[in-house]
C-alpha cells in the first residue's frame, strides 16, 4: 500500500497538466483569427519568411538562425503590384512610330569601271 500517494501523485500531475493545456488552448482561440506576421519556411532554400500581412513589408533569415531578420528590399507584393500597373500602362499607351529607314545607293567596287 505504499504505492497509493505515488500512484494519486502521478495522477494528479497527470490531471493537472491536462487542465493546463484546456485552458491554453481556450486562452489562445479569442476570435482574432490570424495574427499580424506570417512564417513560411522554405527548407529547400534552407530560408525562413517573415511577411508582416498590415503592412506587406518582408524579412528573410537563415534556417539556422531564425533571430537574424534582414528586410528584403521590395516585397515580392509589391514587385506584383508594379509589374501589373506597368503591364497596365504599357496596353493603354498607343504604339510608338516605327522609325524612317534611309536607304543609300551602294557604292561601286574599286575595281569595277563599268
Not at 57 to 70: D, E, S
Not at 82 to 91: G, K, R
Amino acid at each position: 500500500m505504499s504505492t497509493d500517494w505515488y500512484t494519486k501523485l502521478v495522477l494528479t500531475v497527470i490531471a493537472a497538466s491536462a487542465a493546463f493545456l484546456v485552458a491554453e488552448h481556450v486562452n489562445g482561440n479569442d476570435g482574432g483569427g490570424e495574427g499580424r506576421y506570417r512564417l513560411q519556411a522554405i527548407p529547400m532554400g534552407r530560408i525562413l519568411l517573415r511577411l508582416d500581412t498590415e503592412t506587406g513589408q518582408t524579412w528573410t533569415a537563415a534556417l539556422n538562425q531564425p533571430k537574424a531578420w534582414t528586410e528584403i528590399a521590395e516585397s515580392p507584393i509589391d514587385l506584383l503590384d508594379d509589374t501589373a500597373a506597368e503591364a497596365a500602362a504599357a496596353d493603354s499607351a498607343p504604339p510608338a512610330p516605327a522609325p524612317m529607314l534611309q536607304l543609300e545607293e551602294p557604292e561601286a567596287p574599286p575595281g569595277d569601271d563599268s
